[in-house]
């Protein structure tokens, strides 16, 4: 499925889809078959330790899956800061947080329903980056 980069200008509304990392995906994995390791190299009782081990190895795999099976998401920028529909919803109290690379947005919709998502490098290209950083009413990351 072709990609086009989304057009955005500042009295446009913007389209940026969200969609599941590989590198989390990657690193749930990772971790997938590094617990059980960790729980057999401790000084845990061996018959209890198997079953963790177990336990372990299967729960990172699920959340795995589970990560990468997120459905594609659509988020729509006002031209107003804070303001943005998710897949059609209104988000209310709609924050934009930055921790380096990463951006977390995080709203409440109407219901009273809170909820998040994350972009990671792998799913936040230069050009969408700079848009929800013009798009965050505070403007994080942005010179003066």
Known sequence: MPRSTPSCSTSAA????????RWVTGALSLLAVL?????????????????????????????????????????????APGQATLDG????????????PLAFLRWRDAAGRRGRLAWWPDTLPPAQRRVLK?????RAGMAP
């Open 14 to 21: 913007c389209r940026l889809e969200w969609r599941s990392s």
């Open 35 to 79: 617990a059980p390791l960790s729980v057999l190299a401790s000084d845990m009782p061996r018959p209890l330790a198997w079953p963790l081990a177990g336990l372990a190895a299967g729960w990172g795999l699920l959340a795995a899956r589970r990560e990468r099976r997120r459905p594609p998401r659509v988020l729509l920028l006002s031209p």
């Open 89 to 100: 919803v209104p988000l209310a109290e709609a924050t934009l947080a930055w921790r380096g």
């Open 134 to 138: 013009l798009w965050s009413p505070d």
